[in-house]
């Protein structure tokens, strides 16, 4: 089974931006959709957005504009670049394979530690 490890969290003034790692440990090729969820405290969590193999891509409605996600096949990560940063996006972040479905875009498997994403006011 694949593990996927996210990376690329910190401290960021608001307006500002990052990129999300998620790196796997095998081939995601095969994998049909991988998600970006988040956890904000008190919060459960929820998907800001995800990617299917065929390059199909899903956002919560408070990432579309702000947020993209991507996938490179060739070096088996899940990138999501995050830009106009919000206080309310301070969030630990979480990768995961997804489900597709009519109804939504479940999580899959299981969930790894997370990174930390914090944005100051």
């Known amino acids: 089974q694949v593990q996927l490890v996210e990376s690329g969290g910190g401290l960021v003034q608001a307006g500002g931006s990052l990129r999300l790692s998620c790196a796997a440990s095998g081939s995601i090729f095969t994998i049909n959709a991988i998600g970006w969820y988040r956890q904000a405290p008190g919060k459960q969590r929820e998907l800001v957005a995800g990617?299917?193999?065929?390059?199909?891509?899903k956002y919560a409605d408070s990432a579309k504009g702000r947020f993209t996600i991507s996938r490179d096949n060739a070096k088996n990560t899940v990138y999501l670049q995050m830009g106009s940063l919000k206080p309310e996006d301070t969030a630990v972040y979480y990768c995961n394979t997804v489900i597709v479905a009519m109804t939504g875009w479940p999580p899959a498997g299981s969930w790894g530690q997370g990174t930390q994403v914090t944005v100051s006011s």
């Open positions: 990617i299917t193999n065929g390059g199909r891509t």
